[in-house]
């Protein structure tokens, strides 16, 4: 057996970033940016008002109250395009650009308006400095300015930034093909007819949207039985696809085919077994050239894989940093002592109210129960040959909240 980190390296040697696409900006949700974004133009192109009121000269105002005389309106998108007066003002509105030779806004519940013969006049009320209540130009960016960078996987707020700096395509990492193949006669897929001695498939399910939920595009070659035919002609689907993804079979059972018959199909292994619990019978390589990782048949062992190999795959390919973050928690309970395999330990989280977290893990932890897994708020990372830890002693985590 090779250790969790030797295997992640090997895994993750094998592969490479994946090329760029151009995508219409509202189909960019979740892409992960190929290139850096930059502004094609300066927000806002010049100064203008940030509320509804009056453009002035401050230095026409630092005595209230004043009159002053009201010869145009500013709009937002429209302007007064003549350069302000001495003792003039113009009525302004939120966006409206400046006038010429104003340095300030007044805002309309500081002032009062009547009219003349002369026209319309404004009463300011109360004095302003320069710039109060003025954005300036390129408050927000200026043209030229970097403002999202290569191998971010983009959010609303990523979204709304490219609108205002006038992209409408963008160049995305293509999305990476996983090819899934679940194998064994004793599972069926949900709502088809199964024997006394066949239970439902969950892995192959689990995994479409595991791959989804990490920007991949997920392709599903169905169950491959118990038999050379079968399972050969099922991981031919695989042909294009960036990874295949096996669940099961790779154990040292009779009925566990992967090796024998994929290697006869051309399946160079890399390595097969790791020191962890849960995902022992865990093995990679290449099948005539399409890498291949080789997950236990258990649900929650196939689960932990794919959040400790199969994602950092994933963000490899995507061109962006793996999102697995581990986090310090307090034991809620004491654990024994470590064997020479990495434990990782479903728990339950809680926060005390100086804000340190709390990990308990759950007494029962076989792998093959998804409800505990379901129930899991992080997983709790044991090194190999951890020496007994008390209740209250630090361990490191993984919050599966955003994950899963």
């Given amino acids: 057996m090779i250790a969790v980190e030797e295997a992640r390296s ?7 970033t994946l090329p760029g696409e ?7 949700l979740g892409r992960v940016l190929a290139e850096d974004v930059y502004a094609r133009l300066t927000q806002p192109p010049k100064a203008v008002s940030a509320m509804d009121g009056y453009a002035v000269r401050a230095s026409e105002v630092a005595s209230v109250p004043v009159r002053l005389r009201v010869v145009g309106r500013a709009p937002a ?39 003349d013969d002369e026209g319309t006049w404004v009463e300011i009320r109360e004095s302003v400095a320069p710039g109060r209540y003025v954005r300036p130009a390129g408050l927000d960016f200026t043209e030229g300015e970097r403002g999202l960078t290569a191998g971010r996987r ?5 979204i709304g930034l490219a609108a205002a700096m006038d992209h409408s395509w963008l160049t995305v990492r293509r999305r990476p093909r996983v ?16 024997s006394a001695n066949q239970i439902v498939s969950s892995n192959s399910l689990a995994l479409q949207a595991f791959v989804r939920s990490c920007g991949g595009e997920a392709i599903n070659l169905g169950i491959a039985q118990d038999n050379r035919e079968s399972l050969a002609r099922l991981a031919a689907g695989a042909q294009g696809a960036d990874l295949l993804v096996t669940t099961g079979g790779a154990s040292v ?36 050239g399409t890498p291949l990782l080789g997950l236990p048949g258990n649900p929650v062992s196939s689960l932990v894989c794919a959040l400790v190999f199969l ?12 999102d697995e973050e581990t986090v310090t928690a307090r034991l809620g309970e004491a654990l024994e002592a470590n064997d020479r395999r990495q434990d990782y330990l479903r728990a339950r989280l809680s926060r005390n109210e100086d804000g340190t977290l709390t990990a308990t893990a759950f007494p029962r932890q076989d ?16 090194p190999p040959f951890a020496p007994p830890a008390k209740a209250g002693e630090a361990v490191q985590v993984i919050p599966l909240k955003e994950i899963f």
């Fill in 253 to 288: 059972g009779e009925h566990d085919l992967i090796r024998s018959v994929l290697g006869e199909e051309g399946l160079e292994l890399d390595f097969w077994k790791i020191a962890m619990r849960p995902g022992k019978p865990l093995l990679f390589g290449k099948l005539r």
């Fill in 367 to 382: 792998s093959s129960m998804q409800a505990t897994m379901a129930k899991a708020e992080a997983l709790i990372i044991r």
């Fill in 179 to 194: 090819a899934i193949l679940a194998t064994g006669d004793e599972v069926v897929m949900p709502g088809d007819p199964r």
């Fill in 311 to 322: 994602r950092p795959i994933l963000s490899r390919l995507l061109g962006c940093e793996s």
């Fill in 10 to 16: 090997r895994i993750l040697s094998a592969f490479e």
């Fill in 22 to 28: 151009v995508v219409a900006l509202d189909q960019a």
């Fill in 154 to 158: 983009l959010g609303v707020r990523d």
């Fill in 77 to 115: 998108g429209g302007s007064y395009d003549a350069p302000l007066g001495a003792g003039e003002a113009v009525r302004i509105f939120t966006g409206g650009p400046l006038p010429e030779g104003a340095d300030a806004i007044v805002i309309q519940e500081d002032t009062a308006t009547g009219s």
